[in-house]
């Protein structure tokens, strides 16, 4: 399943020279669809930058847990707080199709500091952004309902996505990996999808979720208000 779009990374954000520099000294690891990034627990002494695929987050440190807190897609990182802290990695990431990370070792990446600190400036707002949103959702996620964590997923999710030629977005994203990332049932999310269907807000294709623009911002503004 193709990715729909790439977020833009803190690495994106840094100045060309920096950029360049600190890339050339990154590892590229590629996963292929089903294999393990790292285990929950694994000291990972370094970030990883998604390039391209899509990863999913699991509660637990075996894969056959199927309890999926997020899915993670192309311009997000992984292991930006474990650089100030002596904990492992918060969830076990596996590839959820073939994928592209970039990993930066924390020794190197403390290196280029020194010499560009505007890269110590950018992972603290990567930090920040990531933290935000995180005690954001768990505010939300204990006192909303069905629908609005559904229409709260998919403004999130939106932001990854590019506007077909019409204006529309296109999540690729399959219902099952919908629901097991938001914590409700298929048959919840179903009837709820439908319920925008009928709105048409949504539309429902095969392994991905197309949403009309302008009516994704008005569930922008009223999820914001």
């Given at each position: 399943?193709?990715?729909?779009?790439?977020?833009?990374?803190?690495?994106d954000?840094?100045?060309?020279?920096?950029?360049?520099?600190?890339?050339?000294?990154?590892e590229?690891?590629?996963?292929?669809?089903?294999?393990?990034?790292?285990r929950?627990?694994?000291?990972?002494?370094?970030?990883?930058?998604?390039?391209?695929?899509?990863?999913?987050?699991?509660?637990?440190?075996?894969?056959?847990?199927k309890?999926?807190?997020?899915?993670?897609?192309?311009?997000?990182?992984?292991?930006?707080?474990?650089?100030?802290?002596?904990?492992?990695?918060?969830?076990?990431?596996?590839?959820?199709?073939?994928?592209?990370?970039?990993?930066?070792?924390?020794?190197?990446?403390?290196?280029?500091?020194?010499?560009?600190?505007i890269?110590?400036?950018?992972?603290?707002?990567?930090?920040?952004?990531?933290?935000?949103?995180?005690?954001?959702?768990?505010?939300?996620?204990?006192?909303?309902?069905?629908?609005?964590?559904?229409?709260?997923?998919?403004?999130?999710?939106?932001?990854?996505?590019q506007?077909?030629?019409?204006?529309?977005?296109?999540?690729?994203?399959?219902?099952?990996?919908?629901?097991?990332?938001?914590?409700?049932?298929?048959q919840?999310?179903?009837?709820?999808?439908?319920?925008?269907?009928?709105?048409?807000?949504?539309?429902?294709?095969?392994?991905?979720?197309r949403?009309?623009a302008?009516?994704?911002?008005?569930?922008?503004?009223?999820?914001?208000?």
């Amino acid at each position: 399943m193709a990715t729909s779009g790439k977020k833009r990374s803190w690495i994106d954000d840094l100045p060309l020279q920096a950029q360049q520099d600190l890339l050339a000294a990154a590892e590229t690891k590629s996963y292929k669809k089903g294999e393990i990034v790292y285990r929950r627990g694994t000291k990972l002494f370094g970030v990883y930058t998604v390039q391209s695929g899509r990863l999913e987050a699991l509660r637990a440190a075996f894969e056959n847990d199927k309890f999926i807190l997020r899915i993670v897609y192309p311009g997000e990182s992984l292991g930006l707080t474990s650089l100030f802290s002596k904990e492992g990695g918060y969830n076990t990431m596996i590839a959820l199709e073939d994928a592209e990370l970039i990993y930066i070792p924390k020794a190197v990446l403390m290196e280029f500091v020194g010499k560009y600190p505007i890269i110590f400036e950018k992972v603290m707002e990567a930090v920040g952004e990531f933290i935000s949103r995180a005690i954001g959702w768990i505010d939300f996620s204990l006192s909303a309902t069905a629908a609005e964590k559904v229409r709260w997923n998919l403004v999130h999710l939106s932001q990854f996505s590019q506007a077909d030629p019409d204006g529309s977005i296109s999540i690729s994203i399959s219902q099952q990996e919908f629901a097991r990332m938001i914590g409700l049932s298929r048959q919840v999310v179903n009837a709820e999808l439908n319920r925008l269907v009928a709105k048409n807000i949504v539309e429902m294709r095969y392994g991905a979720l197309r949403l009309n623009a302008s009516a994704l911002q008005s569930m922008r503004d009223e999820l914001s208000a």
